[in-house]
């Protein structure tokens, strides 16, 4: 997002991030509150029994989550899958950044949180307009709550309804493929584009583990024998609709921040594949820049590329292959890997990708709108009220999207919950306070924000005059909470916003509140 570059690693150099969180307990090890919790209207449908999240084990992806990044091992690599880019030498194990919660860990009171968190939301550095939301992760119990049913501007904040919608939609050993297919006339490959913004050229792409267009043209060599390559097709069909989002600022589309979302780029449209995590020059045209690409693998001339669209299987005419024959596919990373990567570096083509996942997954038009009404529609089916979130976007870029500071905390306990195992992929990205990511500069030196350290775990958000935060705090007694803050009438700049921000969830981190 404009104003947010993650301070170190990315897909070049990943971060030892620390691990994720660990087991929540269940109720039953739980001590009740001494008074029955009053139940937030509307939330009662959510599940209050919490269980292991650190160690999960994706049934049907063998995947078991130990370490959060998007690191290539992460997942049991194998050969095909391995990271393409060059890196560093491998790190070491990190130690603990944040510890797991402590399952005989009082409750904190409403009243002490509501002490300690009141003269720190009311500052002029947050503007007239904050919205905050915390809970207890493993009760439910509402903690605080100043206009937490209210939708806010929410920035890159909406990653996290774009990640929990999509891991939802698709599961998370959903991998894109990128396919190939034998045009009308001989020699004529049509590449048709699945979404996947992570292709890579070849093996010095940006995305570790990606799909390689070099691979895809071994195997477009192969099937076609002795058939030379002639031109090349674009398709990109499967996304509809305008190139950048509603309610994006100007600068967007030459900022670095953003870019055109077609359903065929490579490297999420960098124009320089090693640049830095954050800000990178884009192309304006990655389908026909990947399309090129493409034909320079084939030896077919730039100039035999055009956009198009694959054509339906054909009776075989010859020698030729069919038109509409498949000449060979790649597959994108497993969806899990993606979503790690779109929360850590607050990736905004790739959430754009993941959100017309969603569309397409629902039988939606892969789209802005398709994309938006697909999530809403997600949100409604897993017990959330979805009268809560109105978005026009999945990155957060657009200044009409609206998300209440209590959804978002809805969204996280549901996460962590047994009955959805397959949205805890959403926790392994998320920065750490003083140590990766967005947060890797923060809760360091600004003065009431180093319990914050290594305790809160969380996504951010910046436009001008937004700012926003929500995730994961450990509090001093060892209490796993959830929080969320949305401003979105900041008078000021990063330099005194955030440090505001930070101030509140390293409250809640040096405080019992009992």
Known sequence: MPGERPTAGGPHGVPPLGPPISALPSTADVEPPVTPPATPRRRGRLVTVLAVVVLLVLAGVGVVVARPGPVAGWLGDDGASAPTAAGPSPEPDPSDVLDGPDPNAPLPSADAVRAALDPLVDVPALGDRVNVSVADVTTGQTLYGKGADDGTVPASVTKLA?????????????????????????????????????????????????????????????????????SVTVDGTVYSGPLYGPGWDDDIPTGGYGGAVTALMTDGARKDPGAEPGGAERVPEPDLAAGRSFARLLGVPTSAVKRGTAPALATAAGGTPPAGTELGVVQSPPLIRLVDIMISESDNLLAEALARQVALARSQKASFDGGAAAMDAEVAELGLPAEEITLSDGSGLSRRNRISPSLLTDLIRLAASPDHPELAGVFGGLPVGGWSGTLGERYRGAPGTAAGAGAVRAKTGTLTGVHAIAGLVTTADGRLLTFAVLTDKVPGGTDTAQPALDRIASALAGCGCR
């Open 162 to 230: 774009t990640a929990v919608t999509v891991l939802a939609a698709r599961g998370p050993g959903f991998r894109i493929p990128t396919r190939a297919v034998a045009g009308t006339k001989p020699g004529e490959v049509v590449i048709v584009g699945g979404g996947d913004p992570t292709l890579a050229v070849n093996k010095k792409g940006y995305y570790p583990g990606a799909a390689r267009l070099d691979d895809l043209a071994a195997q477009v060599r192969t099937a076609l024998g002795g058939t030379a390559p002639t």
